[in-house]
């Protein structure tokens, strides 16, 4: 057992709260459990608590047993000398202030629901892909619509205080931030970083600068990203162009191009090349430098849409790398690269503006744009789909990636509304959700 489980109990009262007392026989009334601290310090702050008739105000602390309150090293940090009650799941030792004053303690371990402890053991040990699958396709509609948008608000906070430590870094400004995460969006999984790396080492000041022409864009890029290839007798006029044009910029602007070794092209699809996103990025900003502007000002999503799709210059129309010719073909950005732009790259910057200037009509309208988009295609949402929870759009899908990797994945069951329904549900005397076996049986039967 963690001590999660105890702040759940606590959080919630889901404990027999009849008849409380110290371990040393004091009633306690509790009047408010007070808030969850999720950083330094104890685990509640601003609990009201009445003990043996004395009223108190202050901070609660949890163990499952009392002694690790001198394990953690709390008897010599004064944050803890405003702790009014120490909640343990057994007390193995009496506790003292630094004024040695005894810190009222109370035990937990005959309160426990002996259901809500069964399922906590269920939650926490088990191999399953989600810990709370058997019992996922009894949550009920209206209780995972909520819980999966007040996960998606969580995933575009989280994204957006990334987003404001690269606008930080770009001394606020914007059109360079949205270059850097836009850069990073082309770059997906695999080229993402790099992609970033490649916009933060060239100012957007010196793409707008060259903005019209493409040729020159396009030698800024490549020639920052290391990727130009050395001299050949044979090579295509294109490529000596760049050079040229690349040397002459370099020098002008004391640039420092990364390394080759920056890049993977293994195991990719050839349209996700590098090379082929780094040239749709030149081309992205030859046809407009203001992008985030643009993208404030586009009325819907289909003008968002509109505004990435760009087809490539003739070079890179037959070539998916230098020197190798292919088919030709337009390379215009498809459908799921511009999805991909608008979740990582667009969505992120509206809702961080919002947050920032605190204005909500532009964090509504990153998720608005997020419920207006489909579903993503990756094994994590077929996984999710096989269990039952189909996401019908890309802010559900991207709830659903952001469940598991922060809550699942962390056996957060205790803080996840699915994990206190499945805690609560199992209460002596309440409806119970199905034991694992029975549960087993019947998602085979509805799955
Ligand atoms: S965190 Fe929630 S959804 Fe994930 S396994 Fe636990 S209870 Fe289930």
């Known amino acids: 057992m963690k001590e999660d489980f105890l702040h759940y109990l606590w959080r919630l009262a889901r404990f027999d709260l009849r008849d409380l007392r110290t371990t040393e026989g004091h009633p306690i009334t509790i009047q408010q459990f007070g808030i969850h601290n999720t950083d330094a310090g104890p685990d509640f702050d601003d609990a009201r608590i009445r003990i043996d008739g004395l009223q108190w105000a202050g901070k609660v602390e949890m163990h499952l047993r009392s002694g690790e309150w001198y394990d ?11 702790v009014i009650l120490h909640v343990v799941m057994e007390e193995d030792r009496p506790v003292f202030r630094s004024d040695g004053s005894r810190i009222p303690c109370l035990e937990l371990r005959e309160r426990i629901p002996a259901g809500a402890r069964i399922s906590y053991r269920r939650l926490m040990h088990n191999e399953y892909w989600v810990p709370c699958q058997t019992q996922l396709p009894f949550v009920d509609r209206p209780l995972r619509s909520l819980w999966l948008q007040r996960v998606l608000a969580e995933r575009l906070t989280r994204r957006g205080e990334a987003y404001a430590a690269t606008l930080a870094g770009c001394g606020r400004d914007w059109e360079e931030a949205f270059f850097r995460s836009l850069a990073r969006a082309l770059g997906g999984k695999v080229n993402g970083q790099a992609m970033e790396t490649l916009a933060a080492s060239l100012p957007l000041r010196v793409v707008l600068r060259h903005q019209h022409s493409l040729l020159q864009l396009e030698a800024l890029l490549f020639g920052q990203s290391g990727l130009l290839p050395e001299p050949e007798p044979e090579e295509a006029s294109y490529v000596k162009q760049l050079r040229r044009e690349y040397a002459l910029l370099r020098v002008k602007y004391d640039l420092r191009p990364l390394p080759v070794t920056s890049w993977r092209f293994l195991r990719m699809r050839p349209n996700n090349f590098p090379t082929v996103r780094i040239a749709q990025l030149a081309c992205l ?69 919002g947050r920032l200037r605190a204005d909500d009509r532009y964090r509504d309208r990153a998720v608005e744009l997020l419920e207006s988009l489909p579903a993503e295609k990756n094994s994590v949402i077929s996984k999710w789909r096989a269990l039952g929870w189909s996401a019908a759009s890309a802010g559900e899908s991207q709830a659903l990636l952001e469940l598991r990797d922060n809550y699942c994945n962390n056996s957060r069951c205790t803080s996840c509304a699915v994990g206190c329904r499945i805690l609560g549900r199992t209460d002596p005397g309440e409806p119970t959700l199905l034991n694992v076996h029975e549960a087993e049986r019947v998602y085979r039967l509805v799955g």
């Open 72 to 82: 953690h090293g709390h008897d010599a940090d004064p944050a803890y000398d405003g």
């Open 285 to 353: 900003y030859h046809r407009s430098g203001q992008l985030f502007g643009k993208a404030l000002a586009a009325a819907g999503t289909t003008e968002l849409r509109n505004m990435f799709s760009v087809s490539l210059s003739n070079y890179w129309r037959i070539h998916y790398r230098f020197g190798k010719t292919a088919e030709r073909s337009e390379r215009r950005l498809g459908g799921q690269a511009i999805q991909s732009i608008l979740i990582n790259a667009v969505a992120p910057a509206f809702f961080t503006y």
